[in-house]
């Protein structure tokens, strides 16, 4: 069984994504969140091993990091791994993140069958 370092919350984040060394800009939403990344639901996934900046919208501010793809599932979406997050940044996404409903397998089903 997997274990995460850090909780996951349910969370729909509008996040903007730009692979290193290109100059198109991807934009999506998270289905879920943590500290140590998102996932991010899109019908065009990067591959996995893809190095990215982003910027998500979090209360009305901007969280901005780089990242690294870790899972990839066309037509579906893509797995994130936070490479480099910035300390004020860390701090409003932690702060965001402790106020919403942790992810549970329960929700992951109940959202899937909506």
């Known amino acids: 069984m997997e274990r995460r370092e850090y909780s996951s919350f349910f969370v729909g984040l509008e996040i903007e994504i730009k692979e290193v060394g290109n100059s198109f800009h991807l934009r ?16 065009y996934p990067l591959a996995v091993g893809s190095q990215i900046h982003f910027t998500m919208r979090v209360a009305d501010e901007n969280v901005k990091g780089l990242g690294s793809v870790q899972t990839c599932h066309p037509g579906v979406g893509m797995g994130i791994q936070f490479t480099d997050l910035p300390r004020e940044d860390r701090l409003r996404l932690d702060e965001y993140l402790r106020a919403s409903e942790p992810a549970s397998p329960e929700s992951a089903v109940q959202s899937y069958l909506r």
């Open 28 to 43: 999506g939403a998270t289905t879920d969140v943590s500290l140590g990344g998102c996932y991010v639901g899109t019908i």
